[in-house]
């Protein structure tokens, strides 16, 4: 993201969420997949993909808000740009 390709942002996220998801085991959350879920969704709208940026942003903040304190600043951003969809 920070080097303004969002393109390649995508596709680090993409690899970082089957990384999280597949350390996440049984469990029906993961901080972990939250924030890439996160970098996806990001990444995504960047991309002009509104509609995928807005299940992952959906996704970000199903994970986090089961797994960080409410006023953690992943699962503010998640919940704003959900908002902003």
Same mark, same amino acid.
């Given at each position: +993201?920070?080097?303004?390709?969002?393109?390649?942002?995508?596709?680090? !996220?993409?690899? %970082?969420? $089957?990384?999280?998801? *597949?350390? $996440? %085991?049984?469990?029906?959350? *993961?901080? $972990?997949?939250?924030?890439?879920?996160? +970098?996806? %969704?990001?990444?995504?709208?960047?991309?002009? =993909?509104?509609?995928?940026?807005?299940?992952?942003?959906?996704?970000?903040?199903?994970?986090? *808000?089961?797994?960080? =304190?409410?006023?953690?600043? !992943?699962?503010?951003?998640?919940?704003?740009?959900?908002?902003?969809?």
């Amino acid at each position: +993201m920070a080097a303004k390709n969002a393109a390649e942002a995508a596709q680090h !996220a993409r690899r %970082g969420l $089957q990384w999280a998801t *597949s350390r $996440q %085991g049984d469990l029906p959350h *993961s901080d $972990q997949t939250g924030l890439a879920w996160l +970098m996806l %969704g990001r990444a995504l709208q960047d991309l002009g =993909d509104r509609a995928q940026a807005h299940k992952a942003f959906d996704a970000a903040v199903a994970h986090l *808000s089961n797994t960080v =304190d409410l006023d953690h600043p !992943a699962l503010l951003q998640a919940r704003q740009l959900l908002g902003t969809q």
